[in-house]
């Protein structure tokens, strides 16, 4: 109504996602795009399952945002999830997280194919790996290796009462050859206190998981 003349009056509203938290995103190199997936609005109680990209994230001013239309079979609203990109297979992988406010918490694995748009539309499906899975978590810790194919997972908040201080695998992550395995880990050594909210990096040269801080 920027003119005027509107039977709804005058209102601003906000190109691109809504306000969040919680959130999953990765960058794309093939097309120099941030996507982000899902979070949730905390002073609304709002959880979402949207997805948007944003093209030319590096060297360019003109930055638009795009709401993405998704088939297939689409995660819960969640926030505090994984939310992985393995350029490879150009595949999103999605673990748990909260799909209410705060709780509860899920364990499920979806998979989403041609996720930077490239090649076909992005499409939804869930995946149930092998062996005994972690349990109900969100705000965890999790890295991808792409040369193993592996998603690696710590901690976390079970979003009733318990924070988490194991360590898991999922072998075959991406679904493309085989289907994906959990394997919890027994590390040695100084085990980190159980938390949740931490920030952690992988670095593939030398095999290790780092991890900093966090709520406990």
Not at 19 to 25: F, H, V
Not at 36 to 54: C, K, M, P, T
Not at 171 to 188: E, G, H, I, R
Request: one cysteine or more; hydrophobic letters at 30%.
């Amino acid at each position: 109504g920027a003119n005027g003349v509107s039977s709804f009056g005058e209102k601003w509203y906000l190109g691109g996602p809504a306000a969040r938290y919680g959130q999953s995103a990765f960058y794309d190199q093939v097309t120099n795009s941030l996507f982000v997936f899902a979070g949730q609005h905390s002073y609304l109680n709002i959880n979402y399952s949207d997805y948007w990209q944003e093209p030319g994230v590096i060297g360019s001013t003109n930055l638009t945002w795009t709401p993405i239309n998704l088939t297939g079979a689409k995660p819960a609203s969640r926030f505090g999830h994984t939310g992985l990109y393995d350029g490879n297979s150009n595949r999103m992988m999605v673990f748990g997280g909260a799909t209410g406010f705060p709780a509860p918490c899920v364990n499920d694995y979806y998979v989403m194919t041609q996720a930077n748009r490239q090649g076909g539309n992005p499409t939804w499906f869930a995946v149930s790996p092998t062996g005994s899975k972690p349990g109900v978590r969100t705000h965890h810790v999790s890295a991808y290796d792409g040369n193993t194919n592996t998603i690696m997972i710590f901690g976390g908040y079970d979003c009733t009462s318990v924070y988490y201080g194991d360590t898991w695998i999922l072998q075959n992550a991406n679904d493309v050859s085989s289907t994906p395995n959990w394997v919890q880990l027994q590390p040695t050594g100084a085990v980190p206190t159980a938390r949740e909210s931490a920030s952690a990096f992988y670095d593939p040269n030398t095999n290790s998981l780092i991890v900093y801080g966090g709520d406990a």
